[in-house]
């Protein structure tokens, strides 16, 4: 059973910053593939930024130079959001891809508003 803890979601100022963590556990392999997604209220689940077995990073061109994902140890990742819009207010989830169903944290919410 796997299971994907994520923390550090809050309410932050427009040009302010948040610190995304996600801790990975269970029947891993190490240093498996991650990423975060957002989705807002009635949008599509998209892509934030992933992060590759081998450390290849990808991120989306609304969050490129603003955002950085890096992995603290093993199956452990952060997402530095710096520079933050409004238009960054979502539902933040850490993500893993599987042969069967992906694997999902249950979401952290980021709300950047003055």
């Known amino acids: 059973q796997v299971q994907l803890v994520e923390s550090g979601g809050g309410v932050v100022q427009p040009g302010g910053s948040l610190r995304l963590s996600c801790a990975a556990s269970?029947?891993?392999?190490?240093?498996?593939?991650m990423g975060w997604y957002r989705q807002g209220q009635g949008d599509e689940r998209e892509l934030v930024a992933s992060?590759?077995?081998?450390?290849?990073q990808n991120y989306a061109d609304s969050v490129k130079g603003r955002f950085t994902i890096s992995r603290d140890n093993g199956n452990t990742i952060s997402l530095q959001m710096n520079s933050l819009k409004p238009e960054d207010t979502d539902v933040y989830y850490c993500?893993?891809?599987?042969?069967?169903?992906?694997?999902w944290g249950q979401g952290t919410q980021v709300t950047v508003s003055s």
């Open positions: 269970g029947s891993l392999p190490n240093f498996a593939p």
């Open positions: 993500h893993i891809p599987a042969p069967g169903p992906d694997y």
């Open positions: 992060i590759s077995s081998d450390g290849r």
